[in-house]
């Protein structure tokens, strides 16, 4: 790794890191997407090297899938360095304050280095969270929110990141096997709604379809030659990083399929002009039109 993406250590868990406090620029946000990507990588591997999880009982898949990671050098967690302890079924901690929850993580901001650590649940063989995916029918489309595992997780960190949202660290794996934890560093609330998240979106390069009568908003980003919807974007998504810039925190993603491309010109359209909005950092020409919100 180049002195560009030097790893720190992380002040809560000794584990190395990208993020160590709420700054936020193009050199963190590139060491987030190669730090992202061989994490990924070893986590796969740790995967393939672990037993089938119904040949084994849950303790031994963990141990083989905990040492696959260690062989990996991917960070294993303890969740004693939060201060974290299980209530009742719920994480409670004695370090870091909780945030409201989503549907998909547990987050928690440790206010004494300016980050937040998102917790999402993960267990072999099964859903952590939701994507979005987008069904052609025979009397029109879909687009559904559909369950994600594990690797859908990541590919969001990734597009978020890469894309121009909020920096988004793959931090690592508990040391229990239990939880996939993501790093961000710490956000603030946005100042006006529509016009944040409309800024959020150009700074992704987000290209909003239109004529498709679409009834949810949501955008196309090209990500490395890949169009991917980016939705779910409510008011707890959009908010403002320490440069007071809007940045959206996280959302549901999905990649466009090559079929639904083929048959729907209207998402054809937008994803060829989300790749020239990448390529150029310049928004079609149609977009200093006026557009009607109807059909957002």
């Not at 980050?115 to 993960?122: A, E, H, I, P, T």
């Not at 994507?131 to 994600?148: C, N, P």
């Amino acid at each position: 790794m180049s002195d560009e993406f030097q790893l720190h250590i992380d002040f809560r868990t000794g584990k190395p890191t990208v993020i160590i406090g709420p700054d936020v620029n193009d050199g963190i946000r590139a060491a987030c997407h190669a730090t992202n990507l061989g994490r990924k990588s070893g986590i796969e591997a740790a995967f393939r090297s672990a037993p089938p999880r119904r040949t084994v009982s849950i303790d031994v898949w963990t141990d083989r899938f905990t040492d696959g990671l260690t062989a990996q050098k991917i960070p294993l967690i303890d969740l004693e360095s939060f201060g974290f302890r299980h209530e009742d079924g719920f994480l409670t901690t004695s370090f870091l304050c909780p945030l409201p929850s989503g549907a998909e993580a547990s987050p928690f901001l440790d206010t004494e280095n300016g980050v937040v650590y998102k917790l999402f649940d993960l267990r072999p063989g099964g859903a952590m969270g939701k994507k979005l995916r987008f069904q052609t029918r025979s009397q029109g489309f879909e687009i559904e929110s559909t369950d994600a595992r594990w690797s859908d997780m990541v590919d969001k960190f990734i597009v978020l990141n890469r894309g121009g949202g909020h920096p988004t660290e793959l931090a690592g794996i508990s040391a229990d096997g239990g939880y996939l934890i993501a790093k961000q560093p710490q956000a603030f609330p946005f100042e006006d709604f529509r016009s944040d998240l409309a800024a959020a979106e150009a700074a992704m390069c987000g290209i909003v379809p239109i004529g498709g009568g679409l009834r949810q908003h949501l955008f196309v980003t090209e990500i490395d030659g890949i169009p991917w919807l980016v939705g779910d974007l409510h008011e707890r998504n959009i908010m403002r990083d320490m440069n007071g810039q809007p940045t959206i925190i996280d959302a549901l993603v999905g990649e466009v399929s090559l079929t639904a491309r083929r048959e729907l010109d209207w998402l054809d359209a937008a994803c060829g002009e989300a790749r020239v909005f990448r390529e150029t950092g310049t928004r079609p020409p149609r977009w200093d039109e006026a557009v009607d919100d109807g059909e957002l």
